[in-house]
């Protein structure tokens, strides 16, 4: 079964360090998603991105971050300057389509640790 | 601001019991909701699915949807052990672009 992968699964950074989480989500999806999850809090919409542009983004989304798809495979989100409450398991997501009755598929997660 | 409200729980019930998890949500507008069951520390698998009105089910899962209540459930016959997780409501952001909006979720505890 088609799987969105993520990497690494865990990372350890230094407050004000730049980290890139990267995801390869399934293949024949064309919607890319990245959600995060704060201990014991809800997962969280963070960004879509589709055709290579950010569809939306929600606040928590600031200017330091961005993302990218480098080539036909990854996608990737990055933080320019870790702060502490960025620490939050992170989950890539993709989709087929865009339909409001088209499911996401979620990836393992990277648990990201700003000390 | 579109929600989608759970009760964190947790809701406790014996192994082989029913167990029931409620959702409400303030968006009329919404068409489908998600029921996603997340271990701790991993990450949400998509369990059900439901777009329309009443019920709809798959194996031990029955979901419900009551757009006139704005009320979506998700019942779990003959509970196992291995059912002990938390569940997690979402439906889709209306209005531009697709994304999910997540209830805090509901943490289930089966007894053995």
């Known amino acids: 079964e088609p799987e969105v992968t993520q990497t690494p699964s865990h990372q350890v950074t230094q407050m004000g360090q730049e980290v890139i989480l990267r995801c390869v989500p399934i293949?024949?999806?064309?919607?890319f998603y990245w959600y995060r999850q704060i201990l014991g809090q809800k997962v969280e919409f963070l960004v879509s991105?589709?055709?290579?542009?950010?569809?939306?983004k929600s606040e928590i989304f600031d200017d330091q971050f961005s993302v990218e798809r480098p080539d036909g495979s990854n996608f990737t989100l990055k933080i320019r300057s870790t702060k502490l409450e960025d620490s939050a398991m992170y989950f890539c997501?993709?989709?087929?389509?865009?339909?409001?009755?088209?499911?996401?598929?979620f990836g393992s997660g990277t648990q990201l640790s700003v000390l | 601001q579109k929600e989608v409200e759970q009760n964190s729980g947790p809701l406790s019930v014996p192994e082989g019991a029913i167990a029931s998890l409620n959702c409400t949500y303030s968006?009329?507008?919404?068409?489908?909701f998600f029921w996603y069951r997340q271990y701790s520390g991993k990450s949400p698998e998509l369990i059900m699915s439901?777009?329309?009105?009443g019920d709809k089910e798959d194996g031990r899962f029955t979901a419900q949807l009551n757009k006139a209540s704005q009320y979506v459930s998700l019942l779990i016959r003959d509970s196992q052990p291995s059912d002990s997780a938390t569940y997690l409501c979402?439906?889709?952001?209306?209005?531009?672009?697709?994304?999910?909006?997540f209830g805090t979720g509901t943490r289930l505890k089966v007894l053995a």
């Open positions: 439901i777009y329309s009105n």
């Open positions: 997501a993709s989709s087929l389509t865009s339909s409001t009755n088209e499911k996401l598929f």
């Open positions: 293949s024949n999806h064309l919607y």
């Open positions: 979402a439906g889709p952001s209306s209005g531009g672009t697709y994304k999910y909006i």
């Open positions: 968006d009329r507008g919404s068409q489908s």
């Open positions: 991105f589709y055709n290579n542009e950010i569809s939306e």
